[in-house]
């Protein structure tokens, strides 16, 4: 079908272009001309009568009707959609509670939901490395919400139980949707059971699978249109790990491309003009989401890497750009804003690291200490006393195609406790430990991006957040050589009246509040790296 819709569309074109050609000949030769009429007009409408089609031409609503502007106005939105402009034709959805988002424990992106009827508010991590969206529910054991970061001053949370929902349904282990029947027992009650474990240590989220509604929001030019959305989820019963620590406290979205993820419940259920969504990072922690988001003519994009399995944001690198260095490593990453920080294998960790590494001014150290063990990140540099001011080199990652993919914000800096002076920074990449590369969301910082699910594409352009609108200097940023900027160190306070975190501080004995700020999360499932996360 799209192929179809595309080939009308260039068929349109030539027509234009030929008639065109005709008006600037017109006198010297012949030329062949006709008339163009769209589908719902009277000569189109007579047409289809005339040859039998009367079911058809009585659909048609009557030139001048509402029904027949509104007929105009959905076609020339699935037309748009299926050029790449879904967001600038059509209201993009959201949730009830608006599009924005912010950056939290574990320096993860979260949304505030709403689930249910009357409807629970949760605080969710947005994930684009895993599919299901799960929540607490009915807990043996979650985090207690008591001791997150946002309660104070922030949404009212609590667990969602399917028992206070009148819109709320068990999926059952003989449904379409139960992935694993045979895991179903007498302990579940019918109701079909799910697992998922993560690739950070020791975390996990179990229980069972409901259904109920999600409350958006369509938002357009005239004021926002509240619907809902019927979709699967997790009764998150027994949390592990990070999830305990404080990251994901509340829940997790995923964002993957299973069917069973959000996207694809509203794509399917046509409630999206494009199959998309698109996230924007903010600088400073605060950013957007948007569904049926597809982008906008200019930016730049790169195609995802084709998977028959368990199908990611997949995509695929030729060169690592530092400054005035290139280094031509190819290497694929999955796109994973569950994840804190990039994780990089070699070749391409030490090309990156090391050219950062020659470029920088300040003297190289490590925050490692007997207490608090070994850092996480290796190339870290300490700051002199009244230093507020560093010049880093450009940073940028050359996609398949040739578009540049820039990294706006390569370093994690980090403050002293007392005087929450910056004292130093690192270039905030992890060497890996498994077969795969993770774009970390902090590789992503400062750019607005599109998850084109429909034309299997990853799209990205520099984006000021708080304005909604596109940075003037361009979508994929300078390639190598580019000069040093001036980068400014203003450490911001992390307290509890805070609900951005800026600088984090340097490295203490772990604790339940500073574990993931100097640490690094990531909440891909590890079926990606082979192994099963349905159990």
């Not at 270039?427 to 498994?434: D, G, R, V």
Request: with cysteine.
């Amino acid at each position: 079908m799209a192929r179809s819709n595309r080939y009308r569309q260039d068929l349109f074109v030539i027509a234009v272009a030929v008639a065109a050609a005709c008006l600037a000949v017109v006198g010297e030769a012949s030329c062949v001309g006709f008339d163009l009429h769209h589908r719902t007009s009277p000569v189109v409408r007579r047409w289809a009568e005339a040859r039998g089609h009367h079911a058809l031409a009585a659909e048609w609503p009557a030139k001048g009707s509402p029904e027949y502007y509104s007929e105009l106005s959905r076609h020339d939105r699935a037309l748009l959609a299926r050029r790449g402009l879904a967001g600038a034709a059509d209201e993009l959805l959201t949730f009830a509670a608006g599009n924005a988002t912010f950056q939290d424990l574990g320096f993860l992106y979260y949304a505030e939901v709403a689930l249910g009827t009357p409807n629970a508010t949760f605080l969710v991590a947005l994930d684009t490395g895993s599919d299901l969206f799960w929540v607490p529910c009915d807990c043996k054991q979650c985090a207690p919400l008591s001791n997150n970061a946002t309660a104070d001053g922030g949404p009212q949370l609590r667990e969602y139980s399917p028992r206070l929902s009148s819109t709320s349904t068990p999926v059952t282990c003989d449904s379409p949707l139960c992935d694993r029947p045979n895991a179903c027992s007498a302990a579940t009650n019918g109701s079909c059971p799910y697992g998922v474990r993560y690739v950070s240590a020791n975390t996990s989220s179990s229980g069972v699978l409901v259904q109920d509604v999600l409350h958006l929001t369509r938002e357009g030019p005239g004021p926002a249109a509240p619907l809902q959305a019927l979709v699967v989820f997790g009764c998150g019963q027994v949390q592990t790990g990070a999830f305990l620590d404080g990251a994901g406290f509340d829940g997790l979205l995923g964002l993957g491309m299973d069917r069973v993820s959000v996207p694809s419940v509203l794509a399917s259920s046509g409630l999206v003009a494009s199959n998309s969504f698109s996230m924007c990072f903010g600088d400073d922690g605060v950013g957007r989401i948007n569904f049926g988001d597809a982008g906008s003519r200019g930016q730049a994009e790169t195609p995802f890497i084709p998977r028959s399995t368990h199908p990611t944001y997949n995509v695929s690198f030729t060169t690592i750009n530092v400054g005035s260095e290139s280094a031509p490593v190819e290497f694929a990453a999955i796109m994973d804003s569950g994840t804190s920080f990039t994780y990089l294998n070699d070749p391409e960790y030490t090309a990156l690291a090391t050219n950062f590494n020659s470029q920088i001014r300040e003297r190289r150290t490590n925050f490692s200490s007997a207490s608090a063990g070994r850092f996480p990140f290796e190339y870290c540099y300490r700051l002199s006393p009244e230093q507020t001011e560093v010049e880093l080199p450009v940073v940028s990652l050359t996609a398949a195609g040739g578009a540049q993919f820039p990294v706006t914000d390569p370093i994690i800096v980090f403050s002293d406790r007392a005087s929450s002076r910056a004292v130093g920074y690192c270039l905030a990449i992890l060497k890996n430990n498994f077969a795969i590369n993770i774009v970390g969301q902090n590789f992503m910082t400062g750019l607005k991006v599109v998850f084109d699910r429909e034309r299997s594409v990853l799209g990205w352009q520099k984006f000021d957040c708080y304005k909604n609108a596109r940075v003037a200097d361009g979508p994929g940023g300078s390639p190598s050589p580019a000069p040093a900027p001036t980068t400014t160190l203003t450490p911001r306070q992390n307290d509890a009246g805070n609900r951005y975190p800026g600088a984090a501080p340097v490295p203490r004995p772990p604790s339940a509040g500073s574990r993931h700020a100097a640490g690094a999360l990531s909440l891909l499932p590890p079926l990606l790296l082979g192994a099963a996360a349905l159990v």
